[in-house]
């Protein structure tokens, strides 16, 4: 009697986290179809008919699909350069021992720790002297330093799990350190190389202070441009939910496309 209580309370907790997490963002798509009436509403209108007339006005606004593109081409550069700059390191990191590799280790983790706020300005000032400023080299260069070491701590864990007799074994049959990183552990590291690649993937493609900073007018990203349709006059919120939506939804597709990858990854260590 206990066990199937016990399944259908952790199953009515389940259903509650998923309604808790899913809640937000059919808010978010489900607003963007309403007119601005019902937006308005008091209390909150659950029927309706919906519109598209939000999505009409941004996708006229070309300051919108060219926000969507610099996004998509600042957070694919990113992405990319982490993972070819990431996996080598953290294959270094697994299989290698030398000298200071405990305080490189903790360099790129402790990255994590410290506050985007704290580094907007003097990241600001450099990249004025420096002549970056509204470019997409600079979006990269500084999403960098919180992505890659994203890629180099799990993927460190990844490599580590890979057990050695393999690459002692394709040594003897004479392949090269290369051969062995590109043949091996990259294959058996796909997973954890997907996670982080779907990490370094959103957290550039939702990146909003340092664009919000070194960014004007050219190279402005979705996020921006989503926070510049507030004023002091009006707050279009049809607008505002459906370029949030079009933020999520390249996101959301690759993390599909790559789920299998993803729940391999986000799962290593749990059994043996």
């Not at 016990?6 to 607003?31: K, N």
């Not at 519109?51 to 550069?77: E, F, G, M, P, R």
């Not at 590291?189 to 779907?198: L, M, R, W």
Request: some cysteine; overall charge positive; charged content about 15%.
């Amino acid at each position: 009697m206990r066990r199937p209580l016990g399944r259908g309370l952790h199953g009515l907790g389940l259903l509650l986290t998923l309604v808790f997490a899913l809640f937000p963002f059919y808010w978010m798509v489900s607003s963007s179809f309403k007119a601005q009436a019902d937006l308005l509403a008091s209390p909150p209108v659950w029927l309706f008919r919906p519109t598209l007339d939000h999505y009409a006005a941004i996708w006229a606004d070309q300051k919108v699909t060219t926000a969507v593109v610099n996004s998509l081409v600042v957070a694919s550069l990113t992405t990319l350069l982490a993972v070819v700059l990431g996996t080598p390191a953290a294959y270094a990191l697994a299989r290698f021992e030398f000298r200071g590799k405990a305080d490189l280790w903790f360099w790129f983790i402790s990255n994590r720790m410290i506050s985007p706020i704290v580094l907007a300005l003097p990241v600001y000032l450099l990249a004025r002297q420096a002549g970056l400023l509204d470019t997409y080299l600079v979006l990269v260069l500084i999403y960098l330093t919180f992505t890659l070491p994203i890629v180099v701590w799990i993927c460190t864990d990844q490599f580590r799990a890979i057990p050695p007799d393999l690459e002692q074994a394709a040594r003897l049959d004479g392949a090269r350190q290369f051969d062995v990183f590109w043949r091996i552990y990259l294959p058996l590291g796909a997973p954890g190389i997907a996670v982080s690649a779907i990490f370094s993937f959103i957290f550039s493609w939702n990146e909003l202070l340092y664009a919000l900073v070194l960014t004007r007018r050219d190279v402005q990203t979705a996020p921006v441009v989503a926070t510049s349709f507030m004023s002091g006059y009006e707050l279009p919120w049809g607008k505002i939910m459906a370029t949030g939506t079009l933020i999520v939804l390249p996101v959301t597709i690759f993390a599909l496309l790559v789920s299998r990858h993803m729940i391999r990854g986000l799962t290593m260590g749990a059994t043996k």
